[in-house]
């Protein structure tokens, strides 16, 4: 890293796989989402930076009330503007690289919102597909992120940057009842 810069900027792109955890009923698997967007480190000591991201991230989960004779499973497919502040420490060089870990928090704005499903009343199943739901989702969403990677250098300021993290929701995804929304991450991305 070239020692002049102070600041870091990079692209991002993160494969998930996210999950809600309801108030009411019963999470039913894994959705598998995307996230891409830019990424900056604010240097505050060598090893020591401020990082964040502008990002657009798709995730969501499946929800399930009630039972078979009357009930509802439904798929929710949200799309966020996230902007992580988190710290991130790393250790001196290692092989051609720095080990890191990265600890914050992910506030997210809501700019889309769908759902796909089924409701079944008395036993008669009904199918739902694309239905907007972004009234009923809640605008802001908070996360707390944790994870740890390693950033290959390919000369002293363009690095390969590969991690995983988690990103634990704790605020309600609904206006109305409780659920939360968390994702396991991939992540990827290019430092120039």
Do not use: C
């Amino acid at each position: 890293m070239s020692k002049a810069q102070n600041f870091d900027l990079g692209l991002k792109v993160h494969p998930l796989f996210g999950w809600m955890k309801p108030g009411q009923g019963s999470n039913s698997g894994v959705l598998t989402g995307f996230s891409y967007g830019l990424m900056g480190d604010f240097y505050v000591k060598e090893r020591y930076a401020f990082s964040t991201e502008f990002a657009i991230t798709s995730m969501g989960g499946t929800v399930v009330e009630g039972d078979s004779q009357n009930g509802i499973e439904t798929t929710y497919k949200l799309k966020y503007i996230e902007i992580p502040l988190s710290m991130k420490l790393k250790t001196n060089k290692v092989g051609q690289g720095q080990f890191y870990g990265q600890f914050g928090f992910v506030p997210g704005f809501n700019i889309g919102a769908k759902a796909n499903g089924t409701e079944t009343i008395n036993g008669i199943s009904t199918d739902f597909d694309d239905k907007d739901v972004e009234d009923n989702i809640n605008g802001m969403r908070l996360g707390l992120l944790i994870g740890g990677g390693y950033e290959y250098y390919f000369d002293n300021s363009t690095r390969l940057a590969l991690g995983l993290s988690f990103n634990n929701g704790f605020t309600d995804v609904f206006d109305a009842g409780k659920a939360t929304n968390s994702y396991m991450a991939l992540n990827l991305g290019i430092f120039f």
